[in-house]
């Protein structure tokens, strides 16, 4: 598994952006997910795939819809040769001001996990045809820019969100809803430095109490916090990122497996050929 920042920018004056996306068959990247700071509708146009988030896999369609919160891990393989996507971002400020009790029930269906909730919401159902229409509109608002397009745009958005408000049911207390997501967020956030720490050292020796500096906390913590969040060990989460990287030299280079094991930060081939023959065939 590999954990990255999506770093996307989005315009101060107006943060959303929506856009067609083909993802190809041979730039899957099995094994890494990554997350980012703002919301996310995505429908699938033509194509077949899986999303990944928080663990749980979705056969994805065409027709099919998914969306993600800001703080929630997803990846993506494609089935076919390439998918074909529509893909609406926007952050939570976009939709809600801070202070604006009203307009925190736009975010419900980002923010509230009920029982019921999926991040999918499959062609078979009402509010996936719905939404996608609505964001066919969006998309021709996007890319004409005629007069007030911002606010159409804005007041479209806001009609999407209120169709998924209706098909998710509310459970929990708003304060234990936003409590959720403001603690993930946090733990997210404080992971980010070790992520970035993780994925520019992989290659050399590169122990917990390094890791754990970079974050500033000691390593025991550190090592309990890392595996709550991410739910892999400190050093299982190095191996699989250093057995992934020796697999895309596999099949990109003709680097020998000794040459493609020091390249990836093994220094013990008997050692590397355990884990990658375990790792691999899984």
Sequence with gaps: MMIEKDTTKLDAKFPFRIMNQTLLKKDNREETFHWHSFCEITYVRKGNGHYFVNGVKYDMGEGDLIIFNNVELHGWTVLDDSMDLVVMIFPTEFVSAPAAMFDYDYLRPFIERGTNFRNKIGSDEIAAHEIALIMDDIMEEWSKQG???QLMIKAQVLRALTLLIRYYQ?????????????????????????????????????????????????????STYFKK????????????????????????????????????GFHNMSNFYRLYKKHHVQ
């Design 147 to 149: 007069v007030g397009y």
């Design 229 to 264: 969040v991410t739910s892999l060990g400190f050093s299982d989460y190095v191996t699989q990122l250093r057995i992934k990287k020796a697999e895309e030299l596999e099949k990109t280079t003709d680097l020998n497996m000794a040459e493609i094991a020091a390249a990836c």
């Design 170 to 222: 509310k459970t929990g207390s708003e304060q234990e809803n936003r409590g959720g997501l403001t603690e993930k967020k946090r733990s997210m956030k404080r992971l980010e430095e070790a992520f970035y720490y993780i994925n520019a050292h992989y290659t050399e020796k590169i122990t917990l109490e390094e890791v754990a500096g970079s974050v500033f906390m000691s390593p025991n913590y550190f």
